[in-house]
């Protein structure tokens, strides 16, 4: 069965300090990956996603980047945090749209990362 | 953007009684879905609705698709105080069904 791993589970972080939040998932091949950052209270915002190796769509700049070194690695970057980069960041992961009509299955969500920037 | 507004933004009933949310969005898709939170968690994934449809059915839940009004209702039927979460719908676009937009979510409380 298919399982997704998200770590750490909670982070304080100076301000200016780096980031660096890593995702695997296990049991698929080529899915499709995600972050995303959830406010307080609010919705999901969707941070990145990626079709396959090295292919990053970004969906709002900001002051994170996004990385897929292998086929299950899905890593969220800051080089230097801010106090707005404060959140519940979760990592998901779906299966491609290849061979599947219509298009695409549900998201399956790692646990969150809570990043509290001090 | 893709995704528009869920109502309420928070609904509180007592246990047993039904629980409605409404979900509109404003692009053609290809899915809906809906999905659920508890606090601090994951999104977990309840049920999931094709374009082509206008109903479907899970256990206690039911959802509707009304693709000419763009909007998605979830109904929680014999509520518990177990249902007590974070409910949100997501959607594809038709022209770049990649990316899943979620809505900014329906708080429920259902009180014992």
């Known amino acids: 069965s298919q399982t997704i791993h998200q770590w750490p589970a909670t982070l304080v972080q100076p301000v200016g300090s780096p980031l660096s939040l890593e995702c695997t998932v296990e049991?698929?091949?080529?899915?499709?990956l995600y972050w995303y950052r959830q406010a307080a209270g609010r919705g999901l915002q969707l941070l990145f996603y990626?079709?396959?190796?090295?292919?990053i769509s970004s969906e709002v700049p900001q002051n994170l980047s996004a990385s897929r070194p292998q086929d299950r690695q899905f890593i969220l970057s800051s080089k230097k945090l801010l106090l707005s980069d404060s959140g519940f960041y979760l990592c998901?992961?779906?299966?491609?749209?290849?061979?599947?009509?219509?298009?695409?299955?549900?998201?399956?969500f790692g646990q969150g990362t809570r990043l509290t920037v001090v | 953007s893709q995704q528009g507004e869920e109502d309420p933004q928070a609904l509180s009933i007592q246990e047993g009684e039904n629980a409605t949310m409404n979900c509109s969005y404003k692009?053609?898709?290809?899915?809906l879905q809906w999905y659920r939170q508890n606090s601090g968690r994951g999104l977990v994934h309840l049920i999931l609705?094709?374009?082509?449809?206008r109903e479907k059915h899970s256990g206690r839940l039911r959802v509707t698709l009304d693709t000419s009004k763009k909007s998605s209702s979830l109904l929680i039927t014999a509520s518990r105080a177990a249902d007590t979460a974070s409910y949100f719908c997501?959607?594809?676009?038709?022209?770049?069904?990649?990316?899943?937009?979620f809505g900014p979510g329906t708080s429920l409380s259902v009180i014992p």
């Open positions: 998901a992961w779906r299966h491609s749209g290849e061979g599947l009509t219509p298009g695409w299955t549900e998201a399956f």
């Open positions: 049991g698929t091949s080529n899915p499709n």
């Open positions: 990626s079709v396959g190796i090295g292919q």
């Open positions: 692009t053609s898709i290809n899915n």
């Open positions: 609705i094709r374009s082509n449809e």
């Open positions: 997501a959607t594809d676009a038709l022209t770049s069904y990649d990316k899943v937009i």
